[in-house]
C-alpha cells in the first residue's frame, strides 16, 4: 500500500516562503513519479510539478515556473516542493501524488491527475496580501 504524508503548510503573507514535505516509503520513493498538485476553492486540481527521483527533467507548470523548486532527500525518502516569492492565487489545499507510470506526464509532459493512483492527504498553503 503506498503512502504520501505531507506537511509543511501553513500560512504566509505575500513574497514569502514556505517548504512542503512528501514522505514515503523507500520503494515508492525510489521507484514511482511523484508530484505534487493544488486545488484551490471552487475550483478543478491542477498540476503544479512532478519529478522522478531516479533521474531525468523536473516538470513545472508554467504558474510556479522560477518561484517553486523541487528537491529530494534519499536518506529520509521525501520529496520537497520549496515556495518562493509566494502570491495569493498560491493559496490551496496542496497534495502530493504517486505513480509508477503516470501516462500524460511520460508521454506528454503533462499533469492530469486522473494519471495518478495515490495520494496523499493534503496540507493547506494560505498566502495572504
Known amino acids: 500500500q503506498v503512502q504520501l504524508v505531507e506537511s509543511g503548510g501553513g500560512s504566509v503573507q505575500a513574497g514569502g516562503s514556505l517548504r512542503l514535505s512528501c514522505a514515503t516509503s523507500k520503494y515508492t520513493y525510489s521507484t514511482y513519479y511523484m508530484a505534487w498538485f493544488r486545488q484551490a476553492p471552487g475550483k478543478e486540481r491542477e498540476g503544479v510539478a512532478a519529478?522522478?527521483?531516479?533521474?531525468?527533467?523536473?516538470y513545472y507548470a508554467d504558474s510556479v515556473k522560477g518561484r517553486f523548486t523541487i528537491s529530494q532527500d534519499n536518506a529520509k525518502n521525501t520529496l520537497y516542493l520549496q515556495m518562493d516569492r509566494l502570491k495569493p492565487e498560491d493559496t490551496a489545499m496542496y497534495y502530493c501524488?504517486?505513480?509508477?507510470?503516470?501516462?500524460?506526464?511520460?508521454?506528454?509532459?503533462?499533469?492530469?491527475?486522473?494519471?495518478?493512483?495515490?495520494w496523499g492527504q493534503g496540507t493547506q498553503v494560505t498566502v495572504s496580501s
Open positions: 501524488a504517486a505513480d509508477p507510470q503516470p501516462r500524460g506526464l511520460v508521454l506528454f509532459w503533462t499533469l492530469q491527475e486522473a494519471d495518478w493512483a495515490y
Open positions: 519529478h522522478y527521483t531516479g533521474g531525468g527533467s523536473t
